[in-house]
């Protein structure tokens, strides 16, 4: 099913995020999903989250497709020319994947191969335009596919919080021109700062899906906000989480993501869960949620 | 030596828009050998121009427009003039334009492409950097370079990586893409980030069979 039709059909949309593991035994975490059978609409598979070597997306979204749940194949720009990154979209296609979400990828460097090269032979922009291009049947070069031309549902991610915001913009307008049909966003925590990009990005009129990370402690959200850009954890939340005593952490934790999903809700079209490892606690965040 | 190749005058022309009065900047350098700089060209450029039905406000060739202290000297005499152009035609290569950007508040348009840094570089003394990409684009990036200055040498805007206006790869780096975007502001260009940049074209970084023959590749050739 192509996210796309859901939002057509007024649905508010929910979707995880799935990191395949550094090595082959993958069962865990597909089984890790099973609760969230029914919950979640999709789930995006990380295309090398943070530029470390693990399995790949193609696989992993081939796996849960087997298992009945609908994936969502991230494919950066990072790791394969437009040679490979076309013949991947075909190969998607051929195994059933309906939905792709284009984006740039972080930088080699930051992950545990930093010293591979960094090839970014298109930009997320040129990436979404060439899947257009495959889908109405000629590759970039202009050369016509055999047969019927593989269809996606193509996303694109944006940053709420980037400072400044308006490159951030002028690149989204751009993505949906080259095809993006819906949009998740990196982690929000300051819902009105959400509600003033959404009301700049209203003209555009496609889809939002806010994106949540659990917090799993003061320390992580004090670590984000210094290192990750466009997150910032308020104070108030950090205190929140802070103020409680170890034990009752992961309660309040969850309390607070739901608290956020409820209060973005009605900003937007859908949420993203990053859960980062507590994919067991999703579906008792969507429940408090009331989703 | 850097080896650069004329833009086609419909590329140039189509980039200066509306722009009706440009001043005309070109080296005397490494761009005089290849005939993208110097005066022949310059004449010829001015030439094409009046043409095209635009006003050439000045002219002025600068021995090597890569070494800021030089440009900036040298511009400094023709300030009531550049006041009165909108923009700059530079002939020269890429970071002889990236050069020109940085000391004078102008919109600059690159009048070539940069194919080879050959063995033997200009003056080159501060931090602008080309990587004879073949395809130069500063013209739509208010003089700064994204190829070298974007960590992942992106085309089309910023990723999201960005924190505090530093790159991902590099806290002490600057984001190539806020300088874009500043400059832009600066010059009154934004619009130009809306504009999509197809993908970069590779074979054009590899200098032709011809001019491999050349001196100007091989000096011993």
Request: hydrophobic share 40%; glycine share 8%; charged share 25%.
């Amino acid at each position: 099913m192509k996210l796309s039709e859901l939002f057509k059909q007024g649905k508010f949309v929910i979707t995880c995020e799935v990191g395949p593991p550094k090595g082959i035994e993958i069962k865990k975490i597909l089984d890790e999903l099973e609760p969230l059978r029914g919950k979640a609409d999709a789930f995006n598979v990380t295309d090398l989250q943070s530029s470390v070597m693990r399995v790949g997306s193609l696989a992993t979204c081939r796996l849960l497709k087997d298992r009945g749940l609908e994936p969502i194949m991230q494919l950066t720009c990072r790791d394969r020319n437009r040679l490979g990154l076309q013949s991947d979209v075909l190969s998607a296609a051929v195994l059933g994947i309906e939905n792709l979400l284009c984006i740039t990828g972080d930088h080699p460097k930051l992950g545990d191969h930093p010293a591979a090269m960094p090839v970014f032979d298109l930009d997320s922009v040129q990436l979404l335009s060439a899947v257009k291009s495959l889908m109405n049947g000629k590759d970039m070069a202009g050369n016509e596919l055999e047969g019927q031309p593989p269809q996606f549902a193509l996303g694109a991610v944006v940053n709420p919080g980037a400072d400044p915001l308006e490159p951030q913009i002028i690149k989204m307008a751009k993505k949906v021109k080259a095809g993006a049909e819906f949009f998740q966003t990196q982690a929000v925590y300051e819902v009105d700062k959400f509600a003033d990009f959404i009301e700049k990005v209203k003209h555009l009129k496609v889809p939002v899906m806010a994106g949540i990370v659990f917090l799993k402690s003061p320390a992580m959200a004090k670590f984000m906000n210094e290192n990750v850009a466009g997150i910032h954890v308020p104070d108030e939340i950090i205190n929140e989480l802070a103020a409680v005593p170890k034990e009752k952490r992961v309660e309040k934790s969850l309390e607070i993501s739901a608290r956020l999903i409820k209060q973005l809700k009605d900003l937007c079209q859908g949420i993203h869960i990053m859960s980062l490892g507590w994919e067991r606690h999703i579906s008792t965040v969507l429940e408090m949620a009331g989703l | 030596m850097l080896y650069t190749e004329n833009k086609p005058i419909e590329e140039i022309l189509e980039s200066l828009g509306k722009e009706k009065n440009i001043f005309l900047l070109g080296c005397n350098g490494c761009a005089e050998v290849c005939e993208t700089g110097g005066e022949k060209t310059l004449s010829a450029m001015n030439i094409e121009l009046e043409k095209a039905g635009k006003n050439v406000t000045g002219t002025c060739l600068v021995d090597f427009l890569c070494n800021k202290m030089l440009v900036a000297t040298r511009l400094a005499r023709e300030m009531d003039i550049l006041q009165h152009s909108d923009s700059i035609l530079v002939l020269t290569c890429g970071i002889g334009v990236q050069a020109v950007s940085k000391v004078i508040n102008k919109v600059v348009h690159p009048a070539a492409n940069t194919v080879s840094l050959g063995g033997l570089q200009g003056l080159w003394p501060a931090e602008e950097r080309c990587q004879a990409c073949g395809d130069c684009a500063l013209d739509y990036t208010g003089g700064i370079c994204p190829v070298t200055f974007c960590a992942k040498s992106l085309l089309n805007g910023p990723c999201g990586g960005a924190k505090d206006g530093k790159c991902e790869v590099d806290k002490e780096k600057d984001c190539g893409w806020q300088l874009i975007f500043e400059r832009l502001q600066k010059v009154g260009r934004l619009e130009n980030l809306k504009k999509v940049r197809s993908p970069r074209d590779h074979s054009s970084m590899l200098p032709s069979s011809q001019l491999r023959k050349t001196s100007f590749y091989d000096l011993e050739g």
